[in-house]
């Protein structure tokens, strides 16, 4: 039994082995193809890059001509700010306002305050293309086509998961902790901050990762509202892309090694978090 | 403290909800009126009544060819991507080494956005038809099973995670009696694990359905729609009738409308299911 268990399991690791550079294959070719020069890698895209000139050809090695050359035509220096900027503020304000106004809903039991919840649900199950048009239209209107301007509409569309994940979680807080602080003289703003907002962490934490994963990898909604004038990762990537025929294999590749490095450090970074914040979203939403 | 908590509407609730007024409510309300009117911006609007639904279903076929494209390629990946994802998360909910490290590799993908997921595929795949004299727009098939795998590639490890967590939910105890009465391996799943895993079951197969059925920017990357629109899905179908040519943004408009109250369909249908089954339990 023992010993049909571990040839069971050792047949079982090697599948998964394999299965698991089947996943970072189609990474490693796009990061083996980054070092070889642009004409090289359509024709023959799983080649090695080769150092010297071969019976195929002339040497396909170009070192980091294509990370120089992408980094430029991508412009991908200040996209990566700008993705770095909106995602960080967006999630901030996503996190801080989102928490008082699930906060605020739960505990105020108006009749106003459960019609906004279900606004905030609602919107959840709104696709973006219901609303694209009439909103790029609208953030123009109010002058907030701006990385700064783009903030208010990313919260605002971060506003239904987050408030429907923070008022699940505000619910289950039992409220003599809040009344205390009420007898002691606190305010709502002072009990919000001072205690409320604290036993939030571990939802904030959730709300966090899964609103950062989404808006640095946003390409439409950024690319309606500050497209022209402020491009993020995925819209440098998309512009690198340009016409069929004219664009440059090379840069690209590049570009989309460099777009998934920072993804890949913060993954390994925060990867517990991130699974566990994943699968409570999904349960929850 | 409901009744003190009320003056300060304006401080806690006020922010979020002028954000969500301007990004979806006003945009939302005007989209719906918007339907039903002929314009190029958002001021010069006349009114048409249905008209711009009947053109959205009558005036060309890329409609309704993007609507059955899109519920075919839902299909299958949903069905491929559970039956992967659940086949992964029995393997790696078993006592052995590494399993960590695998999960961590087969989640790996799902971080990565869609557009850049769409140009690393676009790659791979006209790397294998290159053999074949052919890329990715020669054909519709191709389009249709590389967004397949794509979609398989980025999702799969992310269900996973989600079934792993509901197996590691049923208690040992219980696939213990199953094998001390004699189960099967195959009959302990059928009898113990799967009926135990079924609201996990519900999650993916939603959450499948929803990513895969409002899917545009790795179709937008992947394809673009090529072969002449024949590997456009609704989301793309409907971006391309707002900013392909002016004067169709009241029956892209229109096309929007109907594909959120298709997806609204679907998404009341989970929570109705979800419902009952929180009864039962």
Known sequence: ?285 | MSKTLRKYFAFFALPTFIAFAISFLIPFVMGVYLSFTEFTTVTNTQWVGLANYVKAFTGSRDFLNALWFTVKFTVVSVITINLLSFALAMLLTRAMKGTNLFRTVFFMPNLIGGIVLGYIWQIIINGFLLRFGVDITFSAKYGFWGLVVLMNWQLVGYMMVIYIAGIQNISGELTEAAAIDGASGWQSLIHVTIPNVMPSITICTFLTLTNSFKLFDQNFALTGGAPAKETQMLALDIYNTFYGRVGFEGVGQAKATVFFIVVGVIAFTQLMLTRRKEVEN
């Open chain 1, 1 to 285: 039994m023992a010993v049909k268990r571990r040839f069971a399991n050792a047949a079982i690791f090697i599948l998964l082995l394999i299965l698991a550079l089947l996943v970072l294959a189609p990474i490693l070719v796009v990061l083996m193809n980054s070092f070889k020069g642009q004409f090289f890698i359509s024709d023959a895209p799983f080649k090695l890059p080769t150092l010297t000139e071969t019976a195929d050809g002339p040497a396909t090695f170009v070192g980091f001509k294509n990370y120089l050359s992408g980094i430029e035509k991508a412009g991908f220096l200040s996209a990566f700010g700008y993705s770095l900027f909106i995602t960080v503020f967006s999630v901030g304000a996503i996190i801080l306002f989102t928490a008082m106004t699930a906060w605020y809903i739960i505990r105020s039991k108006g009749k106003f305050s459960g019609a906004l919840y279900y606004l905030f649900v609602f919107s959840m199950i709104v696709p973006f293309q219901m609303v694209m048009f009439p909103m790029s239209k609208v953030a123009n209107m109010l002058h907030l086509d701006n990385p700064v301007g783009i903030i208010v509409i990313y919260l605002g569309f971060g506003a239904g998961l987050s408030v429907f994940m923070f008022s699940g979680f505000v619910k289950s807080i039992p409220l003599e902790i809040e009344e205390a602080a009420m007898i002691d003289g606190c305010n709502p703003i002072q009990t919000f901050f001072l205690v409320v907002f604290p036993i939030l962490r571990p939802t904030a934490i959730t709300v966090a990762i899964l609103n950062a994963m989404w808006i640095w990898n946003d390409y439409l909604l950024p690319y309606l509202v500050i497209g022209n004038k402020y491009r993020t990762i995925p819209i440098a990537v998309q512009y690198l892309q340009g016409g069929y025929g004219s664009r440059d294999m090379g840069a690209l590749m590049a570009v989309l090694v460099l777009s998934i490095i920072p993804i890949i450090i913060f993954y390994l970074i925060c990867q517990k978090y991130i699974i566990k914040g994943v699968v409570a979203g999904a349960v929850k939403g």
